[in-house]
């Protein structure tokens, strides 16, 4: 076996040991739950009645979810690709605020806006009888839609994007009106993206937690990972239970997966040839272009206007009784973030550490495993799959495996309640985005450049060094400023693997928020905020600059 082979195999080995160990632990708990193969434990937990009727609740929420964000994505989708204000760019980053935001916070933010005498009725007194309404299934799903929709937007504005204008020119020639165009031109050249889409918004619904364990958990609505997160950290603590559920959500969210590979092979459409035409927009009326722009507000301001005031708002006020009135306005509780007891500094530089570390690990073993990918061929296929099996699942689930793995291998890697098994967690769970951006970033390097390298006696680590690594530095950043974002505010991973008395960001705006300390904790949401959204436009800078 030559080096390069040996080199693949222990890339291989160490992937399989660092997320397949983890989650074989799961089904291990759930068919093995006293050393000898029983399905029954898993059968019982699922007809129990209470998680019964929570899975058929999380299949609901799911559903509803994408068609409220479809409702919400298709027309903005064809307003940004279609008419002139596609070339209104700042708007990408303004339908992305609300999906880097945190949907816990988030989720906090409209429960201090709409709850009994919150921030909606000190405005308008008059307007009490909405937070009945709100407060049920249909204000869960309006807040996750509201979370998950620039997700489906960004993804159908690229699919409409590929779509010639000269067919819906065509379209119209022929006589076709514009009602007549979407529904025999568009609708079938982009059922395809849409359902691939839709899945993805179902999966991502189901895999929520922070939502569901805010405002969820406030109207008694129980969802998979809730029920899961349940099981595992409160007394009575039940792993083959959380373990059962989490077999059931793994099955469901792979279904899905092979769904959508399905989808995609079936419904693919060759519609950008070498005769250009997809340049052109409509142009809009001066009526037509007024309404467009009233609706893109009316989502700007439920999306992010709402839940950002909510939250900043709460963060400045010294008195939640007295409300918004003179004088009752303070910054003492940033102040009190930083000097009032050590947890808030302490979590901020948790927080920093976990993700400075698990972001540079994360870019390093990307690279590695980008680059084998890329060289290899059946066993590349191999390294990138494995690496990238930890975007499909959701991460309460390998977060559940990682306990449970590296729980029952306490003596040989006695990491289990230290700082370092959540490092460990968040460089699994954040893995795929360095892979996934340096791999964009080889599919850019042609492979005559390398050859030219060897044609003129280069070996190979100089070429890696002088020509491959500067050509896919940018991939790297990106992917390691991504990981950063992300688990600066984690929430799932130390909700239930952080060792005692240790909190990060997303720890403490929860503790905060539930122990009544709202103003703290919305003080450190709004820090948690501006830290994320400025690392986002860093991002967008620097994924602008590559393109």
């Given at each position: ?9 222990i ?23 006293d ?51 596609r070339?209104?760019?700042?708007f ?8 880097m ?39 869960l ?39 007549e ?95 250009g ?67 808030g ?68 890697v006695?990491?289990?309640g ?53 050509l ?56 948690c ?19």
């Amino acid at each position: 076996m030559n080096r390069k082979k040996y080199g693949n195999l222990i890339l291989i080995i160490f992937l399989i040991f660092l997320i397949i160990l983890p989650l074989l632990s799961i089904f291990r708990q759930t068919i093995f739950p006293d050393g000898h193969f029983s399905l029954s434990m898993a059968i019982n937990t699922i007809q129990e009645e209470e998680n019964l009727t929570m899975i058929l609740s999380s299949l609901l929420l799911g559903v509803l979810v994408v068609i409220v964000s479809s409702l919400i994505a298709l027309p903005l989708a064809y307003i940004f690709s279609r008419t002139n204000f596609r070339r209104y760019h700042f708007f990408d980053i303004i339908f992305m605020i609300p999906f880097m935001t945190p949907p816990y916070i988030s989720s906090m933010g409209w429960i201090l806006f709409m709850q009994k005498r919150g921030l909606l009725q000190q405005l308008f007194p008059s307007l009490s009888i909405v937070s009945d309404y709100f407060f049920s299934l249909f204000g869960l799903v309006l807040v996750m839609s509201f979370h998950v929709f620039p997700f489906m937007m960004t993804m159908m504005k690229n699919a409409m994007l590929t779509v010639p204008y000269s067919l819906d020119e065509a379209g119209a020639v022929a006589g076709s009106s514009f009602p007549e165009r979407i529904r025999k031109l568009f609708l079938p050249l982009l059922t395809g993206n849409y359902a691939i889409g839709a899945l993805l918004v179902f999966v991502k619904t189901i895999s929520e937690y922070g939502t569901p364990a805010t405002l969820g958990r406030r109207i008694g609505f129980s969802v998979f990972t809730t029920d899961i997160h349940r099981y595992a950290t409160v007394s009575p603590i039940d792993f083959g239970k959380s373990a059962s559920l989490a077999s059931l959500l793994i099955g469901i969210c792979l279904l899905i997966w092979f769904l959508q590979n399905y989808i995609t092979n079936k419904t693919r459409y060759d519609l950008v040839s070498g005769k250009g035409g997809t340049g052109k927009v409509g142009e809009l009326s001066k009526k037509a272009f007024a309404i467009i722009l009233a609706y893109i507000f009316l989502i700007v301001f439920f999306s992010m206007i709402i839940p950002l005031f909510s939250i900043i708002s709460s963060s400045l006020i010294n008195l939640r009784g007295y409300g918004f009135r003179a004088g009752n306005f303070t910054i003492n509780n940033y102040i009190k973030v930083f000097t009032e007891d050590t947890q808030g500094i302490n979590a901020l530089s948790i927080s920093l550490f976990l993700a400075l570390s698990s972001a540079t690990i994360a870019a390093i073993i990307g690279t590695i495993c980008a680059t084998m990918a890329n060289k290899g061929r059946k066993m590349g296929k191999v390294i990138e799959g494995l690496s990238l099996i930890p975007e499909m699942l959701p991460s309460i689930v390998l977060v559940l495996g990682i306990m449970l793995f590296y729980n029952s291998i306490y003596k040989i890697v006695p990491i289990y309640g230290t700082i370092w098994i959540m490092v460990l967690a968040y460089v699994i769970l954040f893995l795929p985005y360095t892979v996934q951006y340096v791999t964009s970033s080889y599919s850019q390097i042609s492979p005559s450049l390398i050859a030219a390298a060897r044609m003129s006696g280069a070996k190979s680590g100089f070429i890696f060094l002088r020509i491959t690594l500067p050509l896919i530095s940018k991939g790297i950043l990106s992917g390691w400023m991504m990981t950063f974002i992300i688990a600066f505010r984690e929430l799932v991973t130390p909700s239930l693997i952080a060792p005692t008395n240790t909190l990060t960001v997303s720890t403490y705006i929860n503790r905060q928020f539930e122990q009544g300390s709202v103003g703290k904790g919305m003080a450190m949401a709004v820090i948690c905020i501006l830290f994320s959204t400025v690392f986002l436009l860093l991002l967008e800078k620097v994924v602008r600059k590559r393109k």
